[in-house]
């Protein structure tokens, strides 16, 4: 195992991010870093809008698809409990699934569809495999009904095509794949799906700001929308109005996406996957089964250097840019939030901020953020 070397990678941190500042590129950002769960690294920086208050620890961050992985680690305690299993159909769940067809699009149309040949599974769902809620189809058949609750958008995406047969082809499922997923863990837990997250993995990880509804106290915390003018300089972003992703209301409980979060509580999660599925007090969350089926490749179809496993990607190869070993596995938000698990090396870290400017995967702070830890370990 290698070690970090803190003093330097707190020089990395604070020379790269104070640029970030610098040239605008941020307004506020937050990173955590453990080794054996121990924490080597914290800082804030920046202020939690423009022009105002300097940026102090506790902050409440949009996590965005950050969800995905806590939606997928929900589904897995059920499939630990043998109450779901990966490769279940999801017509068990919503017969209607049955009906579901393959849309054939030309001029960036849906001209016709043919039925499924194959079923689509709870792994699909979880792997991006499904063709569910996938570009172009989210675009050209848009939900524009944004006040609907779980359930209602469930039944609304039963009634759309889907972009291709299952297990053909990977294609990313912003929030609507994993939306069945939440709906499936409620119809076998018997409770609504965000009351099964706050029992069964919130509050057992001290969780305590992590939520797809905040309070009013709650909202005061979350951070502004940052984003950088055609002209360099930084401003806030406004968003719509009790929303936490995009337009969705929050009680829509966008399970790929709509989750807040702080960067004191997403470590504990990334904590928790590191050691196996256990808390640092012991609490066995997931068992280390289902850790290694999450971080484990489910499909053919490469990201680049990575490959999908169950909600995060997962490092599959040696000439990895950034410097990240074969198997560390993670994922990032829209809004710039970024997470990593290297099993290996016992290292857990999290990066929070949220901007309209260089956010998804693959955004330049996350990047640098890899190389920085990475370039540390002796």
Known sequence: MRK?????????ISKHTNQELHENKIGCKEVIVHQEGECVYSGVFGTSSVGGLVAKKGLIYRAASMTKPITTTAVLQLVDKGLIDLDDKISKFYPKAKDLKVAIIKNEKIVSSVPLENEITVRNLLSHTSGIGSEPITTISPNTNNEMTLDQAIEDIFTKPILFEPNSAERYSATEAFDIAAGIVQKVSGIPFDRYLKENIFEPLGMINTTF??????WEKVVAMHNRTENGDSENSIRP???VFDGFLAKRMPAGAGLVTTADDYIKFADMLCFGGKSKDGKQILSENAVNLMSTPQCDKSLGYEKWGLGVRVVTSEDYPHGLDIGCFGWSGAYGTHFWVDRKNRISVVMMKNSCYDGGAGNKSACQLE????ESLI
Request: charged share 25%; with cysteine; net charge negative.
């Open 241 to 243: 109005t009790g929303c």
């Open 4 to 12: 970090i070397e803190s003093q330097k990678l707190e020089f990395l």
């Open 371 to 374: 190389r920085d830890v990475s």
């Open 213 to 218: 509804c905040p309070t009013n106290e709650q």
